[in-house]
């Protein structure tokens, strides 16, 4: 669990996800709107790139693909009306090519495992006081890397 005072803080750990992340792999952000989940995606996205990369939320766009070691997307699922929709919009092979972030997961369904690869780290953003609380969880790879998560 890490606290997350303010927006810095919420950048800090995307930008440490970033360091661990590697092809293949996906980080899962789940929260309600305003919980910092795009904050967060913009530090992670701009620790691959460069750290002036603009990073829009793409909320209509659905997903933003940018070149980075490793390459990266960024889905935004929550206009999602079903599952099936993520493989139109390149989820596969965003994967096969690099990395990929994604907002409102449980778009997917209630296995998103089924639409991702084995090597997933889940954040979940809530509030805490008058900052944020990230807790985090990870499957494969990300059992371990989870424990090397430092911010």
Do not use: N
Request: hydrophobic share 40%; aromatic share 6%.
């Amino acid at each position: 669990m890490f606290d997350l005072p303010d927006a810095d803080a919420t950048g800090r750990l995307g930008a440490a996800i970033a360091t661990l992340l590697g092809r293949g792999e996906t980080v899962l952000l789940y929260g309600p709107l305003g919980m910092g989940k795009s904050t967060l995606a913009r530090g992670l996205i701009r620790a691959l790139t460069r750290p002036d990369e603009d990073v829009p939320s793409p909320t209509f766009t659905l997903v933003q693909f940018y070149e980075g070691e490793p390459p990266v997307a960024h889905f935004d699922l929550y206009r999602l009306t079903r599952p099936e929709e993520a493989s139109e919009i390149g989820l596969d092979e965003a994967l096969d090519e690099g990395c990929a972030v994604i907002e409102w997961p449980e778009r997917l369904g209630d296995d998103p495992a089924a639409w991702l690869g084995p090597d997933r780290l889940s954040v979940t953003l809530a509030e805490a006081g008058g900052g944020r609380r990230a807790t985090v969880s990870g499957a494969g790879a990300w059992e371990s890397k989870v424990m090397d998560l430092h911010v």
